[in-house]
Protein backbone atom coordinates (compact mmCIF):
# COMPACT_ATOMS: atom_id res chain seq x y z
CA UNK A 1 0.00 0.00 0.00
CA UNK A 2 1.63 3.51 -1.12
CA UNK A 3 0.20 6.51 -1.43
CA UNK A 4 3.86 7.70 -3.68
CA UNK A 5 3.71 8.04 -7.62
CA UNK A 6 7.72 7.47 -7.73
CA UNK A 7 10.09 5.03 -9.52
CA UNK A 8 11.37 1.98 -7.66
CA UNK A 9 15.05 3.23 -8.47
CA UNK A 10 15.70 6.59 -6.69
CA UNK A 11 18.74 9.08 -6.40
CA UNK A 12 19.01 9.64 -2.43
CA UNK A 13 19.25 13.44 -2.15
CA UNK A 14 22.28 15.06 -1.56
CA UNK A 15 22.85 18.27 0.81
CA UNK A 16 25.47 21.11 2.29
CA UNK A 17 22.55 22.75 3.91
CA UNK A 18 22.01 22.07 7.49
CA UNK A 19 18.51 21.00 8.28
CA UNK A 20 15.68 23.20 9.78
CA UNK A 21 12.79 20.31 9.60
CA UNK A 22 9.33 19.48 11.48
CA UNK A 23 8.35 15.72 10.84
CA UNK A 24 4.67 14.31 11.95
CA UNK A 25 5.55 10.61 11.59
CA UNK A 26 2.41 7.54 11.07
CA UNK A 27 1.75 5.01 13.54
CA UNK A 28 3.58 2.40 15.53
CA UNK A 29 3.77 -0.90 12.76
CA UNK A 30 4.51 -2.62 16.31
CA UNK A 31 1.69 -1.11 18.30
CA UNK A 32 -1.05 -1.07 15.34
CA UNK A 33 -0.59 -4.91 14.45
CA UNK A 34 -0.71 -5.85 18.05
CA UNK A 35 -4.04 -3.57 19.08
CA UNK A 36 -5.50 -5.07 15.65
CA UNK A 37 -5.09 -8.84 17.21
CA UNK A 38 -6.66 -7.50 20.51
CA UNK A 39 -9.10 -5.99 18.98
CA UNK A 40 -10.33 -9.05 16.96
CA UNK A 41 -10.58 -11.09 20.35
CA UNK A 42 -12.12 -8.15 22.23
CA UNK A 43 -15.42 -8.32 23.84
CA UNK A 44 -16.64 -5.18 22.65
CA UNK A 45 -15.60 -2.91 19.15
CA UNK A 46 -12.55 -1.22 19.35
CA UNK A 47 -11.57 2.16 17.37
CA UNK A 48 -8.04 2.17 16.78
CA UNK A 49 -6.96 6.45 16.24
CA UNK A 50 -3.79 7.53 14.07
CA UNK A 51 -3.63 3.82 12.66
CA UNK A 52 -0.98 2.80 10.26
CA UNK A 53 -1.53 2.77 6.69
CA UNK A 54 1.15 0.42 5.03
CA UNK A 55 1.76 -3.26 3.85
CA UNK A 56 2.14 -4.56 7.01
CA UNK A 57 -0.82 -3.29 8.62
CA UNK A 58 -2.77 -3.99 5.57
CA UNK A 59 -1.87 -7.59 5.60
CA UNK A 60 -2.85 -7.98 9.04
CA UNK A 61 -6.32 -6.20 8.49
CA UNK A 62 -6.69 -8.41 5.17
CA UNK A 63 -5.59 -11.69 7.67
CA UNK A 64 -8.31 -10.83 10.28
CA UNK A 65 -11.04 -10.31 7.52
CA UNK A 66 -10.26 -13.39 6.02
CA UNK A 67 -11.03 -14.88 9.08
CA UNK A 68 -14.59 -13.06 10.11
CA UNK A 69 -13.70 -9.82 11.46
CA UNK A 70 -15.62 -6.66 10.51
CA UNK A 71 -13.06 -3.87 10.08
CA UNK A 72 -14.24 -0.71 8.65
CA UNK A 73 -11.28 1.78 7.37
CA UNK A 74 -11.64 5.41 7.17
CA UNK A 75 -8.93 8.08 6.96
CA UNK A 76 -8.72 8.83 10.41
CA UNK A 77 -9.69 5.57 12.65
CA UNK A 78 -10.20 2.10 11.92
CA UNK A 79 -13.30 0.28 13.59
CA UNK A 80 -12.96 -3.21 14.54
CA UNK A 81 -15.57 -5.53 15.25
CA UNK A 82 -15.44 -8.71 16.58
CA UNK A 83 -16.80 -12.16 15.03
CA UNK A 84 -16.52 -15.62 15.48
CA UNK A 85 -12.88 -16.60 13.88
CA UNK A 86 -13.94 -19.07 11.27
CA UNK A 87 -12.12 -20.49 8.05
CA UNK A 88 -11.67 -21.92 5.38
CA UNK A 89 -9.20 -18.95 4.78
CA UNK A 90 -5.91 -18.06 3.12
CA UNK A 91 -3.85 -15.84 4.66
CA UNK A 92 -1.33 -13.58 2.87
CA UNK A 93 1.69 -12.83 5.09
CA UNK A 94 3.40 -11.20 2.28
CA UNK A 95 7.00 -10.23 4.41
CA UNK A 96 5.23 -8.82 7.71
CA UNK A 97 6.55 -10.90 10.51
CA UNK A 98 4.10 -10.01 12.75
CA UNK A 99 1.33 -11.51 10.25
CA UNK A 100 3.62 -14.83 9.88
CA UNK A 101 3.83 -14.74 13.84
CA UNK A 102 0.90 -13.28 15.66
CA UNK A 103 -2.16 -14.51 13.39
CA UNK A 104 -1.08 -18.32 13.39
CA UNK A 105 -1.99 -18.51 16.99
CA UNK A 106 -5.11 -16.51 16.61
CA UNK A 107 -6.18 -19.01 14.09
CA UNK A 108 -5.71 -21.72 16.34
CA UNK A 109 -8.87 -20.32 18.02
CA UNK A 110 -10.71 -20.25 14.69
CA UNK A 111 -12.96 -22.82 13.41
CA UNK A 112 -11.29 -24.62 10.15
CA UNK A 113 -8.36 -24.76 7.66
CA UNK A 114 -6.82 -22.00 7.54
CA UNK A 115 -3.88 -21.50 5.04
CA UNK A 116 -0.60 -19.33 5.31
CA UNK A 117 1.90 -18.30 2.65
CA UNK A 118 3.84 -15.31 1.90
CA UNK A 119 6.32 -13.72 -0.24
CA UNK A 120 9.28 -15.98 -1.67
CA UNK A 121 11.71 -14.19 0.75
CA UNK A 122 9.51 -14.81 3.64
CA UNK A 123 9.99 -18.56 3.23
CA UNK A 124 13.38 -18.01 4.38
CA UNK A 125 12.13 -16.51 7.95
CA UNK A 126 12.34 -18.15 10.76
CA UNK A 127 9.18 -20.21 11.30
CA UNK A 128 9.61 -23.37 13.15
CA UNK A 129 8.99 -21.75 17.17
CA UNK A 130 5.60 -20.71 15.90
CA UNK A 131 4.35 -23.93 14.21
CA UNK A 132 6.13 -26.24 17.34
CA UNK A 133 4.49 -24.09 20.07
CA UNK A 134 1.81 -24.40 18.32
CA UNK A 135 1.50 -28.62 18.19
CA UNK A 136 2.60 -28.49 21.82
CA UNK A 137 -0.57 -26.48 22.63
CA UNK A 138 -2.68 -29.43 21.02
CA UNK A 139 -3.26 -27.63 17.53
CA UNK A 140 -3.23 -29.24 14.56
CA UNK A 141 -0.59 -27.64 11.94
CA UNK A 142 0.66 -29.67 8.92
CA UNK A 143 4.22 -27.90 7.22
CA UNK A 144 7.11 -26.91 8.74
CA UNK A 145 7.35 -23.44 7.47
CA UNK A 146 5.93 -21.18 5.03
CA UNK A 147 3.25 -22.49 3.31
CA UNK A 148 1.61 -24.58 6.38
CA UNK A 149 -1.99 -25.16 7.38
CA UNK A 150 -3.70 -24.53 10.62
CA UNK A 151 -6.70 -26.82 11.17
CA UNK A 152 -8.86 -25.01 13.86
CA UNK A 153 -11.32 -26.32 16.59
CA UNK A 154 -12.26 -22.92 17.92
CA UNK A 155 -10.53 -23.30 21.19
CA UNK A 156 -7.11 -23.92 23.01
CA UNK A 157 -6.64 -25.39 26.01
CA UNK A 158 -3.56 -22.88 27.09
CA UNK A 159 -1.48 -24.43 29.67
CA UNK A 160 2.68 -24.11 30.22
CA UNK A 161 4.84 -24.11 27.24
CA UNK A 162 8.64 -23.79 26.59
CA UNK A 163 9.81 -22.41 24.02
CA UNK A 164 13.36 -21.35 22.06
CA UNK A 165 12.44 -17.48 21.01
CA UNK A 166 16.21 -17.15 19.85
CA UNK A 167 15.25 -16.19 16.31
CA UNK A 168 13.10 -13.57 17.54
CA UNK A 169 10.89 -12.19 20.31
CA UNK A 170 7.65 -12.01 17.68
CA UNK A 171 7.44 -16.06 18.69
CA UNK A 172 6.68 -14.71 22.47
CA UNK A 173 4.70 -12.04 21.56
CA UNK A 174 2.23 -13.93 19.13
CA UNK A 175 1.36 -16.63 21.84
CA UNK A 176 1.29 -14.14 24.33
CA UNK A 177 -1.12 -11.64 22.27
CA UNK A 178 -3.93 -14.47 22.28
CA UNK A 179 -3.26 -16.36 25.64
CA UNK A 180 -6.55 -14.85 27.59
CA UNK A 181 -8.80 -16.74 25.20
CA UNK A 182 -7.15 -19.89 25.79
CA UNK A 183 -9.33 -22.15 28.29
CA UNK A 184 -6.58 -21.53 31.61
CA UNK A 185 -4.96 -18.77 30.02
CA UNK A 186 -0.74 -19.27 28.94
CA UNK A 187 2.44 -19.26 30.75
CA UNK A 188 5.52 -18.67 28.32
CA UNK A 189 9.35 -19.89 29.10
CA UNK A 190 11.87 -19.44 26.85
CA UNK A 191 14.74 -21.55 26.85
CA UNK A 192 17.06 -20.38 24.51
CA UNK A 193 20.95 -19.01 25.54
CA UNK A 194 19.67 -15.40 24.27
CA UNK A 195 16.32 -13.62 23.54
CA UNK A 196 16.51 -10.61 21.14
CA UNK A 197 14.48 -7.60 21.08
CA UNK A 198 12.93 -8.02 24.64
CA UNK A 199 11.50 -4.76 24.86
CA UNK A 200 8.93 -5.64 22.19
CA UNK A 201 7.65 -8.14 24.82
CA UNK A 202 7.30 -5.56 27.47
CA UNK A 203 5.38 -3.76 24.85
CA UNK A 204 2.51 -6.92 24.18
CA UNK A 205 2.35 -6.85 27.80
CA UNK A 206 1.95 -3.25 28.37
CA UNK A 207 -1.11 -3.43 25.63
CA UNK A 208 -2.57 -6.61 27.38
CA UNK A 209 -2.68 -4.92 30.44
CA UNK A 210 -4.13 -1.30 28.71
CA UNK A 211 -6.79 -3.79 27.66
CA UNK A 212 -7.64 -5.12 31.24
CA UNK A 213 -5.75 -8.41 30.70
CA UNK A 214 -4.09 -10.13 33.57
CA UNK A 215 -0.40 -10.36 32.15
CA UNK A 216 2.69 -10.53 33.64
CA UNK A 217 6.71 -11.29 33.82
CA UNK A 218 6.95 -14.13 36.11
CA UNK A 219 10.55 -14.84 35.53
CA UNK A 220 13.59 -13.12 33.78
CA UNK A 221 12.57 -15.28 30.75
CA UNK A 222 9.20 -16.56 31.74
CA UNK A 223 5.19 -14.52 31.16
CA UNK A 224 1.82 -15.31 32.43
CA UNK A 225 -1.41 -14.41 30.70
CA UNK A 226 -4.67 -15.03 32.69
CA UNK A 227 -7.89 -16.39 30.86
CA UNK A 228 -10.52 -13.25 30.29
CA UNK A 229 -12.01 -10.64 28.66
CA UNK A 230 -9.86 -8.26 26.49
CA UNK A 231 -11.39 -4.64 26.36
CA UNK A 232 -12.26 -2.70 23.27
CA UNK A 233 -12.93 1.13 23.24
CA UNK A 234 -11.00 3.67 21.59
CA UNK A 235 -6.88 3.12 21.33
CA UNK A 236 -4.86 5.86 19.86
CA UNK A 237 -1.36 4.79 18.13
CA UNK A 238 1.55 6.58 18.92
CA UNK A 239 3.88 7.59 16.27
CA UNK A 240 6.97 4.67 15.19
CA UNK A 241 9.69 5.79 16.62
CA UNK A 242 11.84 3.82 14.70
CA UNK A 243 10.86 4.78 11.39
CA UNK A 244 12.12 8.45 13.45
CA UNK A 245 15.64 6.90 13.07
CA UNK A 246 16.51 8.44 9.51
CA UNK A 247 15.34 11.74 10.11
CA UNK A 248 16.75 11.76 13.67
CA UNK A 249 20.13 11.11 11.71
CA UNK A 250 19.39 12.90 8.66
CA UNK A 251 20.02 16.17 11.49
CA UNK A 252 23.34 14.93 12.39
CA UNK A 253 24.49 13.97 8.94
CA UNK A 254 23.51 17.12 6.95
CA UNK A 255 24.23 19.29 10.98
CA UNK A 256 21.08 21.45 11.85
CA UNK A 257 17.98 20.77 13.24
CA UNK A 258 15.12 18.33 12.78
CA UNK A 259 11.40 18.15 15.52
CA UNK A 260 9.78 14.98 15.43
CA UNK A 261 6.27 16.15 16.22
CA UNK A 262 4.43 14.10 19.86
CA UNK A 263 7.14 11.90 20.47
CA UNK A 264 5.99 9.67 23.52
CA UNK A 265 6.84 10.74 27.22
CA UNK A 266 6.81 7.32 28.07
CA UNK A 267 6.88 4.01 25.58
CA UNK A 268 7.67 0.84 24.82
CA UNK A 269 8.37 1.23 21.78
CA UNK A 270 12.63 0.27 21.28
CA UNK A 271 12.94 3.54 18.96
CA UNK A 272 12.89 5.57 22.09
CA UNK A 273 16.57 4.34 22.53
CA UNK A 274 17.53 6.92 19.85
CA UNK A 275 17.88 9.55 22.13
CA UNK A 276 20.78 8.14 24.32
CA UNK A 277 21.99 6.02 21.37
CA UNK A 278 22.43 9.39 19.09
CA UNK A 279 23.74 11.46 21.81
CA UNK A 280 26.81 9.10 22.71
CA UNK A 281 27.34 9.90 18.75
CA UNK A 282 27.32 13.15 18.73
CA UNK A 283 24.14 14.90 18.73
CA UNK A 284 22.76 17.25 21.22
CA UNK A 285 18.33 16.20 21.84
CA UNK A 286 15.98 17.78 24.27
CA UNK A 287 12.20 17.50 24.64
CA UNK A 288 10.21 20.96 23.31
CA UNK A 289 6.63 20.20 24.97
CA UNK A 290 5.61 16.92 23.26
CA UNK A 291 8.15 17.09 20.60
CA UNK A 292 12.06 15.66 20.56
CA UNK A 293 14.05 18.11 18.32
CA UNK A 294 17.95 16.51 17.07
CA UNK A 295 20.45 18.87 16.84
CA UNK A 296 23.67 18.15 14.82
CA UNK A 297 26.94 19.30 13.65
CA UNK A 298 27.67 16.92 10.59
CA UNK A 299 30.30 15.61 13.37
CA UNK A 300 29.68 11.90 14.16
CA UNK A 301 31.46 9.62 16.35
CA UNK A 302 31.69 5.86 16.55
CA UNK A 303 30.49 3.71 19.13
CA UNK A 304 31.10 0.33 20.94
CA UNK A 305 27.32 -0.52 21.45
CA UNK A 306 25.22 -3.62 22.24
CA UNK A 307 21.67 -3.77 20.35
CA UNK A 308 20.54 -7.35 20.98
CA UNK A 309 16.99 -5.12 22.89
CA UNK A 310 17.04 -3.13 19.72
CA UNK A 311 18.10 -4.77 16.83
CA UNK A 312 16.10 -3.03 14.58
CA UNK A 313 17.70 0.08 15.34
CA UNK A 314 20.97 -1.13 13.28
CA UNK A 315 20.61 -0.12 9.87
CA UNK A 316 20.60 3.97 10.87
CA UNK A 317 23.37 3.44 14.11
CA UNK A 318 24.94 1.41 10.96
CA UNK A 319 24.74 3.78 8.19
CA UNK A 320 25.78 6.74 10.70
CA UNK A 321 29.07 4.56 11.12
CA UNK A 322 29.96 4.38 7.79
CA UNK A 323 29.74 8.53 7.82
CA UNK A 324 31.87 8.39 11.31
CA UNK A 325 35.43 9.76 12.37
CA UNK A 326 36.33 6.78 14.64
CA UNK A 327 35.38 3.33 14.27
CA UNK A 328 32.03 1.95 15.65
CA UNK A 329 31.49 -1.83 16.85
CA UNK A 330 27.92 -2.98 16.65
CA UNK A 331 27.37 -6.05 18.82
CA UNK A 332 24.53 -8.30 20.24
CA UNK A 333 22.59 -8.77 16.83
CA UNK A 334 23.16 -12.11 15.35
CA UNK A 335 19.31 -12.14 15.13
CA UNK A 336 19.23 -9.69 12.04
CA UNK A 337 19.90 -12.91 9.93
CA UNK A 338 16.55 -14.00 10.03
CA UNK A 339 14.66 -10.57 9.27
CA UNK A 340 13.21 -9.35 6.23
CA UNK A 341 16.89 -10.14 4.84
CA UNK A 342 20.20 -11.20 6.25
CA UNK A 343 20.66 -7.68 7.68
CA UNK A 344 23.70 -7.88 8.55
CA UNK A 345 25.45 -9.24 5.66
CA UNK A 346 23.38 -6.99 3.52
CA UNK A 347 24.28 -3.65 5.45
CA UNK A 348 27.82 -5.16 5.47
CA UNK A 349 27.86 -5.73 1.20
CA UNK A 350 26.34 -2.33 0.23
CA UNK A 351 28.88 -0.34 2.80
CA UNK A 352 31.37 -2.25 0.94
CA UNK A 353 30.04 -1.59 -2.24
CA UNK A 354 30.42 2.23 -2.18
CA UNK A 355 34.27 2.17 -0.92
CA UNK A 356 33.23 1.53 2.87
CA UNK A 357 35.57 -0.86 5.53
CA UNK A 358 32.80 -2.79 6.90
CA UNK A 359 33.25 -6.69 8.90
CA UNK A 360 30.84 -8.85 9.92
CA UNK A 361 31.31 -10.71 13.25
CA UNK A 362 29.53 -13.43 14.58
CA UNK A 363 26.85 -11.29 16.20
CA UNK A 364 27.08 -7.94 14.35
CA UNK A 365 30.02 -5.97 12.41
CA UNK A 366 32.57 -3.40 12.57
CA UNK A 367 32.84 -0.31 10.89
CA UNK A 368 35.51 2.27 10.45
CA UNK A 369 35.82 5.40 8.86
CA UNK A 370 36.88 5.72 4.76
CA UNK A 371 36.26 7.89 2.19
CA UNK A 372 32.56 6.92 0.46
CA UNK A 373 31.87 7.02 -3.02
CA UNK A 374 28.47 6.88 -5.13
CA UNK A 375 26.78 3.47 -6.68
CA UNK A 376 23.60 1.37 -6.42
CA UNK A 377 22.50 0.73 -2.68
CA UNK A 378 20.99 -2.79 -2.88
CA UNK A 379 17.54 -3.16 -0.41
CA UNK A 380 17.21 -6.66 -0.52
CA UNK A 381 13.30 -6.38 -0.45
CA UNK A 382 13.92 -4.69 3.50
CA UNK A 383 12.58 -1.00 3.72
CA UNK A 384 15.57 -0.77 6.37
CA UNK A 385 17.83 -1.02 3.89
CA UNK A 386 16.23 1.54 1.86
CA UNK A 387 16.30 4.20 4.43
CA UNK A 388 19.99 3.54 5.66
CA UNK A 389 20.70 3.87 1.87
CA UNK A 390 19.25 7.52 1.96
CA UNK A 391 21.14 8.47 5.34
CA UNK A 392 23.98 8.44 3.47
CA UNK A 393 23.00 9.59 0.11
CA UNK A 394 22.73 12.71 2.38
CA UNK A 395 26.09 13.32 2.62
CA UNK A 396 27.42 10.91 -0.22
CA UNK A 397 26.25 12.19 -3.66
CA UNK A 398 25.47 9.78 -5.92
CA UNK A 399 23.51 7.23 -4.13
CA UNK A 400 20.89 4.97 -6.32
CA UNK A 401 18.54 3.09 -3.93
CA UNK A 402 17.93 0.09 -6.01
CA UNK A 403 13.97 -0.34 -5.15
CA UNK A 404 12.70 2.36 -2.23
CA UNK A 405 9.16 1.41 -3.04
CA UNK A 406 9.99 -1.33 -0.35
CA UNK A 407 9.73 1.42 2.42
CA UNK A 408 5.92 0.70 1.71
CA UNK A 409 6.46 -1.88 4.70
CA UNK A 410 5.86 0.48 7.39
CA UNK A 411 6.43 3.87 5.92
CA UNK A 412 4.69 4.56 2.71
CA UNK A 413 5.46 7.95 2.78
CA UNK A 414 8.70 8.00 3.36
CA UNK A 415 9.91 9.71 0.20
CA UNK A 416 7.45 12.49 0.33
CA UNK A 417 8.54 13.01 4.12
CA UNK A 418 12.61 13.00 2.88
CA UNK A 419 11.84 15.52 0.55
CA UNK A 420 9.36 17.53 3.09
CA UNK A 421 12.48 17.73 5.28
CA UNK A 422 14.77 19.08 2.84
CA UNK A 423 12.35 21.38 1.09
CA UNK A 424 11.68 22.90 4.56
CA UNK A 425 15.52 23.30 5.06
CA UNK A 426 16.51 24.87 1.89
Not at 405 to 419: C, D, E, G, H
Amino acid sequence: MTDESYSPSWLAPSTQIPLAATISLPGSKSLNNRELILSALASEPTKLLDHLESRDSSLMIEALVRLGVKIDVSKNHLLVTPQPLSGPAKIDCGLAGTVMRFVPALAALATGQIDFDGDLAARKRPMKTTIDSLRALGVSVSGEGLPFSILGTGEVAGGEIEIDASASSQFVSGLLLVGAKFKTGLTVSHVGEHLPSMPHIDMTIDVLQKRGVGAKKTGPASWRVEPGEISGGEVRIEPDLSNAGPFLAAAMVAGGKVTIKNWPTATTQVGNDFDGILQQMGAKIERAGNDLVISGTGKITGIDIDLSTGGELTPVIAALAALAETPTTIRGVAHLRGHETDRLSALVNEINSIGGDATETKDGMIINPTTLRGGVWKTYEDHRMATAGAIIGLRVPGIEIEDVTVTSKTIPQFVSLWNQMLEGSS
